[in-house]
């Protein structure tokens, strides 16, 4: 079955840069599209960026030039630097490649102080 572990997540100050990483199982990852999501305390989970299996990127407007989606087909192994972060970055961020599926990893934490 599919398995997604997220890591990379941590407390950094506000400009700071941190870069997660997604390890994935059970999917024929070289053929599937990859995204980052994240949650904030009280609100809804978000899409963040989107790499397709052609390599193809997507962002949301608020991390466009800040952050970049990436892949490594033979590590099976997404990740997303994220630059000039902040405060408002704070949250659990998730991969996923098909959140229709209802599972979700167990996220990574990402904490910006201002």
């Known amino acids: 079955q599919v398995q997604l572990v997220e890591s990379g997540g941590g407390l950094v100050q506000a400009g700071g840069s941190l870069r997660l990483s997604c390890a994935a199982s059970?999917?024929?990852?070289?053929?599937?599209?990859m995204d980052w999501y994240r949650q904030a305390p009280g609100k809804q989970r978000e899409l963040v960026a989107r790499?397709?299996?052609?390599?193809?990127?997507n962002y949301a407007d608020s991390v466009k030039g800040r952050f970049t989606i990436s892949r490594d087909n033979a590590k099976k192994t997404v990740y997303l630097q994220m630059n000039s972060l902040k405060p408002e970055d704070t949250a659990v961020y998730y991969c996923?490649?098909?959140?229709?599926?209802?599972?979700w990893g167990q996220g990574a934490q990402v904490t910006v102080s201002s």
């Open positions: 059970g999917i024929i990852f070289s053929l599937s599209t």
């Open positions: 996923n490649t098909n959140p229709y599926s209802g599972y």
């Open positions: 790499i397709g299996s052609s390599g193809y990127t």
